[in-house]
């Protein structure tokens, strides 16, 4: 019985290696945040080689991502990253949010919950760990992007939009 248990599972195994996720490999950089918000090229170095993997609409994958159901986990964290912020598509957001953007990479830089821990674990993407200096870096270029927008834009333009929610008194 464990033996035709185990032959199932093998079979499982090999067949699920021929269905496998879209890759993120688009170089696509008409919207990228460095278009409009440049900073130095050390910060450029910095989200290259600690952000974009899962913040951009170009990864880098490693040889594990050949094997599944390995790829599916990795398709689902890229896109998950990507939902939550794209460098790839930063410009085309409306400047509230690419303002409320530049808050929020602060905040989870200061908070330290990126990179996931998940992510540099049993020395898988080392270069993901950010120095306390790297921090400070990104820190400092999202407060001067920030800086950038409310000198070009007047202060009701960076107001978010408000999320339609229940009607009051439920």
């Not at 880098?60 to 790829?71: G, K, M």
């Not at 920030?146 to 939009?161: G, N």
């Amino acid at each position: 019985m464990l033996k035709k248990i185990m032959l199932v599972l093998g079979a499982i195994l090999v067949l699920i290696q021929f269905i496998r996720p879209e890759r993120n490999t688009s170089n696509d950089l008409t919207y990228d945040v460095h278009k409009k918000y440049p900073g130095p090229y050390y910060v450029q170095g910095i989200l290259g080689k600690a952000c974009n993997d899962c913040h951009s609409n170009k990864t880098e994958y490693p040889w594990y991502a050949n094997v599944q159901p390995v790829a599916w986990m990795l398709a689902n964290h890229v896109n998950d990253g990507k939902r939550h912020l794209n460098f790839s598509n930063f410009t085309s957001m409306r400047i509230a949010i690419q303002n409320h953007k530049f808050e929020e990479v602060i905040e989870v830089l200061d908070e330290g919950e990126m990179p996931l821990p998940s992510y540099t674990w049993l020395g898988r993407h080392p270069e993901a760990k950010l120095t306390a200096e790297e921090k400070t870096a990104l820190i400092d270029w999202a407060r001067t992007s920030m800086d950038s927008i409310k000198a070009q834009y007047p202060a009701d333009s960076l107001v978010m939009p408000k999320r339609p929610g229940p009607p009051p008194g439920k």
